[in-house]
């Protein structure tokens, strides 16, 4: 037997088929399987991660965009820097941190250290980031 033949099987032998990593090939199927679903569970996470950002960060910051009486209090700065910058660490942070987190535990327990991430994130923004709000706690938008 040369170094790349192979030994014939004897008669009432089962013959297993392997991939070219010498695993089962039905066992590849489902690692394929898996790991889609593994990605496209990161992508639901940015999805859920941009959509809490939103839900928290645009009611905040309603008054800036609105402006008051006449617009005269629009700050340009949390529309166009402030806002982008929230959604964009909302819609990253959960992937990444899904990411970071299956590399060493199991999917369930990434979840959880996603969500823990997530409100901590918030909880951070909330104690740092405070918008221009209305000028007195009656302030309601006009016609």
Do not use: N
């Amino acid at each position: 037997m040369s170094g790349g033949d192979r030994p014939e099987k004897a008669e009432g032998e089962a013959s297993e088929e392997r991939d070219e990593w010498g695993e089962h090939a039905e066992h590849h199927e489902s690692d394929e399987d898996d790991e889609l679903l593994l990605s496209s569970a990161g992508c639901v996470l940015a999805l859920a991660g941009v959509l809490a950002a939103a839900a928290y960060a645009l009611p905040r910051a309603e008054y800036s965009y609105d402006g008051g009486f006449e617009g005269q209090d629009t700050d340009w700065t949390v529309v166009l820097v402030e806002l982008p910058l929230i959604l964009l660490g909302g819609f990253a942070l959960p992937p990444l941190t899904w990411a970071a987190a299956t590399r060493y535990l199991r999917p369930w327990a990434a979840v959880l250290v996603c969500l823990a991430v997530v409100a901590l994130g918030l909880w951070g923004l909330d104690a740092v980031w405070h918008p221009q709000q209305g000028p007195d706690p009656g302030y309601e938008r006009g016609i």
